[in-house]
C-alpha cells in the first residue's frame, strides 16, 4: 500500500450535529489506529486528509432542523459536510491513476451502477446512493477520510484546495445552467443572490446569456452579486406586508429597465413558492423555469400561467458528470478563479467549526470555509 512521506497524523476528528441540534467535535472513522495499520482502505479507495471545506446550506438544515424532506432525516450522532477538497496520503494497491501527494477535489456521490438511473449516465438519481453528509451516510468534515477513487478529481496547479472545495456548489450551479439549456443572448432571471445563485450568475455570464437578472430580499446580496458580475442588473424583492403579489413582481421585471420584454430562462434558487410563482410570470411563451432551490415538501404554483403560456417547469436533483468540466472551466479561466475566491468571506480551522456554523446559520458571510489546523 502506497503511502505519502513526511505527514505526521493527528486522532482523526469529525464535525457532528446530533437529534438534540447539538453541534460539537468528536472522534471520527477512520481512527488514527487503522489507519497507522492499514485496515482504513478497501479495494478502490484512497485515504484523504482533507485541506478545505464549504458549509452548505443543507448542513444548517440538519443542524437546526434535523431533516430535509421526509427522507433525510438525522437520527443519531451525524457527520457534515460535503463541499470538500484534500490530499491524497495513501491508495488501495488496485488505485494505479492516483498517487500520495495528489491534491483532489472530493465528489460526494457515491452511486451503484446497477440501477436505471446509473446506467443511463444520470447517477444524481442513483437509487442506492451513498451521499456524504446526507443521513445516515457521514460527511466529509473531518480530518482523514477513505473514499473511492472513482469519486476524487485531481486538481491542476492553478486551482486551490479552497478553489477544488467550490467545485460542489459549482456542479450545482452547472448543472442547472446546462439542463436549462442556457443559450448565448438568452435573456436570464435568477432568482435569489445566496452562494448557489452566485455561482449561478457566473455561470450565466460565462453561458453567454444577456441581459442577466438577479432578485433577492437581501440588499446587501444584491451588493455583493454587482461587484462580482458588474453587468448584471438587480432588483430588491420588497419585504412588504401583505407580500407584493407575485404577478406585480414580474411585471416589474420585465419593464424596459430590466429586461424590457418576457425571460427566456429563470432560474430559481430558492425554492420559495412566491420567487416560483414570480419566476413563472415573467417566463415568456415557451420559456423555462428551471428550480435549482430547495424547498417545502408541498409548495402551491401558478398552474394556468404556466399552462397557457407553455413555460417548461423542470427541477433539478444535485448533480452528475460535473465535477471534470468544472475543473477545466475555472482552469482555463472561463469561470474565473479570482470570482471564486471573491466567494469565500469567512475561514475558520476545523477546531473552530462551531464558529464557522454560527456565521454561516446567522448570514453573515456568502461561503464560509472551514480549513485544515
Known amino acids: 500500500m502506497s503511502t505519502s512521506t513526511n505527514t505526521t497524523l493527528k486522532p482523526n476528528v469529525g464535525v457532528y450535529t446530533d437529534p438534540a441540534h447539538k453541534l460539537y467535535l468528536d472522534a471520527a472513522a477512520p481512527s488514527l489506529e487503522d489507519i497507522e495499520s492499514n485496515k482504513a482502505l478497501q479495494e478502490g479507495e484512497v485515504l484523504l486528509e482533507m485541506k478545505a471545506t464549504g458549509i452548505c446550506g443543507s448542513d444548517i438544515h440538519f443542524w437546526h432542523h434535523g431533516r430535509i424532506g421526509p427522507t433525510m432525516v438525522v437520527e443519531a450522532a451525524h457527520i ?23 491534491r483532489v477535489a472530493i465528489e460526494p456521490t457515491i452511486p451503484c451502477f446497477t440501477c436505471q438511473p446509473c446506467l443511463t449516465g444520470r447517477y444524481n438519481g442513483c437509487e442506492h446512493v451513498l451521499f456524504r453528509s446526507t443521513p445516515p451516510i457521514p460527511g466529509l ?27 460542489e ?45 438577479i432578485t ?17 442588473k438587480t432588483f430588491l424583492v420588497p419585504m412588504t406586508k401583505p407580500p407584493t403579489a407575485p404577478q406585480t413582481l414580474a411585471e416589474d421585471l420585465v419593464k424596459s429597465e430590466y429586461f424590457g420584454a418576457s425571460v427566456d430562462v429563470a ?26 432551490g430547495v424547498g417545502r415538501d408541498i409548495v402551491e404554483m401558478p398552474f394556468m400561467a404556466c399552462s397557457v ?36 468571506t469567512h475561514k475558520f480551522k476545523l477546531s473552530e467549526a462551531e464558529k464557522a456554523f454560527q456565521v454561516t446559520a446567522d448570514g453573515l458571510g456568502v461561503k464560509v470555509m472551514i480549513l485544515a489546523d
Open 267 to 292: 432560474l430559481e434558487c430558492t425554492g420559495v413558492a412566491s420567487s416560483i410563482a414570480t419566476a413563472v410570470h415573467a417566463s415568456r411563451f415557451g420559456g423555462t423555469v428551471f428550480v435549482i
Open 309 to 344: 403560456k407553455e413555460v417548461d417547469l423542470k427541477f433539478q436533483y444535485r448533480y452528475a458528470n460535473t465535477w471534470p468540466k468544472a475543473i477545466k472551466l475555472v482552469q482555463e479561466d472561463v469561470i474565473p478563479s479570482e470570482s471564486l475566491k471573491k466567494l469565500v
Open 169 to 213: 456548489p459549482l456542479s450545482v450551479a452547472l448543472a442547472g445552467v446546462d439542463r436549462a439549456n442556457v443559450r448565448l443572448g438568452d435573456s436570464v432571471l435568477i432568482c435569489g443572490a445566496g452562494p448557489i445563485g452566485l455561482m449561478v450568475l457566473l455561470c450565466a455570464k460565462a453561458a453567454g446569456a444577456a441581459p442577466i437578472v
Open 141 to 167: 468534515l473531518r480530518r482523514y477520510i477513505a473514499h473511492p477513487a472513482t469519486w476524487v478529481h485531481k486538481l491542476p496547479d492553478n486551482l486551490s484546495y479552497e478553489d477544488g472545495a467550490l467545485l
Open 80 to 102: 457534515l459536510g460535503h463541499e470538500s477538497s484534500g490530499q491524497i496520503l495513501r491508495v488501495h494497491p488496485s488505485v494505479t491513476h492516483l498517487k500520495p501527494g495528489d
Open 216 to 232: 433577492d430580499i437581501d440588499a446587501r446580496r444584491l451588493e455583493f452579486a454587482k461587484a462580482l458580475v458588474p453587468s448584471v
